[in-house]
T-cell receptor, first 111, second 110 residues
Framework: GDSVTQMEGPVTLSEEAFLTINCTYT??????LFWYVQYPGEGLQLLLK?????DKGSNKGFEATYRKETTSFHLEKGSVQVSDSAVYFC??????????FGGGTRLMVKP | SQTIHQWPATLVQPVGSPLSLECTVE??????LYWYRQAAGRGLQLLFY??????ISSEVPQNLSASRPQDRQFILSSKKLLLSDSGFYLC?????????FGPGTRLTVT
């Protein structure tokens, strides 16, 4: 079946550091890919998405590129802030069906 | 614009008591609806999804049930709660590729 694998956390960075959270997937075909963010005590918010190979999703300084050849969708940000501290989930779906989530990666940014 | 509501926001219930969590969506028609559970420090587990009124699919067999009495209303229930039912319950809706999540209900079973 389909699956998503994320790097285990927590990831601890200093403010203004470069962030990479790795995400790889296993699926038959070409799914849509998503990054969701969950701030403490809240629900999930869609951060960015990509629906086909080589698409780059971006939002709030975060970016991720759909790499078909490596089945990856790594999340990056050039300079993290304390307010970016949250749990980040990578996910895939086909044609509006259920999302398959990765296990989540907790990011802690220290001032 | 579309909004999704969940209540209550927090709930503390004794073991063996019943449960009813409600989720409503505004601003869209015939959405797919989902219930997820997130145990402490864990990822998301899909519990139920619904593609229409009265149509419920269960992903994980357990002592929970779901109902969809109206197009934009999704209810999660239990007749007798277990300690293992504690967690953060999230409702979501989708029309197309993206899912949109509610604020969640934190349930503590004591």
């Amino acid at each position: 079946g389909d699956s998503v694998t994320q790097m285990e956390g927590p990831v601890t960075l200093s403010e203004e550091a470069f962030l990479t959270i790795n995400c790889t997937y296993t699926a038959t075909g070409y799914p849509s890919l998503f990054w969701y963010v969950q701030y403490p005590g809240e629900g999930l918010q869609l951060l960015l998405k990509a629906t086909k190979a080589d698409d780059k999703g971006s939002n709030k300084g975060f970016e991720a590129t759909y790499r078909k050849e490596t089945t990856s969708f790594h999340l990056e940000k050039g300079s993290v802030q304390v307010s970016d501290s949250a749990v980040y989930f990578c996910a895939l779906s086909f044609a509006g069906n259920m999302l398959t989530f990765g296990g989540g990666t907790r990011l802690m940014v220290k001032p | 614009s579309q909004t999704i509501h969940q209540w209550p926001a927090t709930l503390v219930q004794p073991v063996g008591s019943p449960l009813s969590l409600e989720c409503t969506v505004e601003g869209t028609s015939n959405p797919n609806l989902y219930w997820y559970r997130q145990a402490a420090g864990r990822g998301l587990q899909l519990l139920f999804y619904s593609v229409g009124i009265g149509q419920i699919s269960s992903e994980v067999p357990q002592n929970l049930s779901a109902s969809r009495p109206q197009d934009r209303q999704f209810i999660l229930s239990s007749k007798k709660l277990l300690l293992s039912d504690s967690g953060f319950y999230l409702c979501a809706w989708s029309v197309g590729y993206e899912q949109y999540f509610g604020p969640g209900t934190r349930l503590t079973v004591t």
